[in-house]
């Protein structure tokens, strides 16, 4: 796992942008996973201002997104197509083609999951997932208690996440009880995952998601388990964290916080006990399976790291 701990929502946004922006650069025609919600906005502006400044071009790039209401019209003002377009597709230069959301109005939401999912297996996979936390640790839509070997599927909202998608509806009745979403197991297939957190809203349940024990109680625990995980977190979202490699670190008031700008405890992963995986065709879905037999995972081409999950990267970045 490696930690980037922002100054403010700004920084964070900037730092997830550059992330995204070097994959496509490294790999023009990668597959994106992305993420609806407030967390992203920033990261998406930053995005479009790339493009517009010609640093980045997605014209080959396919992105699929992890979850949408169902039922809802694409143009329904809080449809995730809508919102998508909105911040996001209109202001890059991505073909509408190679945009994919589950379809909210789709007859037969079984058909449209187990299409949804074929889809994302005949693209090849997807390169990078951004994924935002609710506060009650779901990630996607996967409410506490789903499946850890959830494939994409169809379902029920929560109470607190009707609730806290109820500022973005008139009328509480209009707040969408279901949706179709990518299950845990199809966001643990991605090769890499970004997770970003902001606000001292998300501070408890980040510290829950990365220093808690992995469990379906709290779906963002099992990106612990990834073994290409990012997590950009704001300094407020990170004031509930224990660990920093080994090394209890504060952050704000009153804390001995490193400060901004430096690298702190790289590579605590070695000296935390992991060994290094041998270079070439690694498989870390063996390496998951060891933990939870449910998952199975990508394969690709690259170090591993073995071991139990544990931070080993973190640093600073920021101007304050
Ligand atoms: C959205 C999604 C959700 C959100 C999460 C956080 O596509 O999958 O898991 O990422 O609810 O939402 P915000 O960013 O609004 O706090």
Request: a neutral charge; hydrophobic letters at 40%; one cysteine or more.
């Amino acid at each position: 796992m490696e930690l980037i701990i922002t100054a403010d929502y700004d920084e964070l946004s900037r730092a997830a942008a550059d992330i995204i922006a070097g994959c496509v650069r490294e790999r023009p025609d990668c597959v994106l996973g992305l993420a609806a919600g407030a967390t992203p906005v920033g990261t998406y502006r930053e995005l479009v201002r790339l493009r517009q400044q010609g640093k980045v071009d997605f014209c080959r790039v396919r992105t699929f997104n992890l979850d949408e209401y169902y039922p809802i019209e694409p143009d329904h003002p809080q449809s995730y197509h809508r919102f998508m377009w909105e911040h996001l597709f209109s202001g890059i230069n991505v073909r509408r083609e190679n945009v994919h959301l589950p379809r909210g109005t789709a007859p037969d939401p079984g058909e449209e999951c187990r299409r949804y999912e074929a889809a994302i297996e005949d693209s090849g996979g997807i390169d990078l997932l951004l994924l935002g936390v609710g506060a009650n640790g779901h990630i996607g839509f996967n409410e506490p208690g789903t499946r850890l070997d959830s494939t994409t599927h169809l379902v029920q909202l929560a109470r607190e996440t009707v609730a806290a998608n109820a500022r973005f509806f008139d009328r509480p009745e209009d707040v969408p009880r279901l949706a179709i979403t990518m299950g845990i197991k199809t966001i643990m297939r991605s090769r890499r995952l970004l997770l970003l957190a902001s606000g001292a809203s998300k501070g408890a349940v980040l510290a829950t998601a990365l220093e808690g024990p992995v469990t379906p109680g709290v779906p963002a625990s099992v990106v612990q388990l990834h073994p290409f995980l990012t997590v950009i977190a704001d300094r407020a979202a990170a004031s509930g964290l224990q660990t920093e490699g080994r090394q209890p670190v504060r952050l704000g008031g009153g804390g001995a916080a490193p400060p901004i700008g430096t690298r702190c405890a790289a590579d605590a992963g070695r000296s935390a006990g992991l060994t290094r995986g041998r270079r070439g065709r690694a498989d870390p879905g063996a390496w998951l399976q060891v933990h939870l037999p449910v998952l199975d995972g990508p394969h690709v081409d690259t170090d591993v790291w073995f071991g139990t999950p544990c931070l080993t990267k973190a640093r600073l970045v920021g101007s304050t």
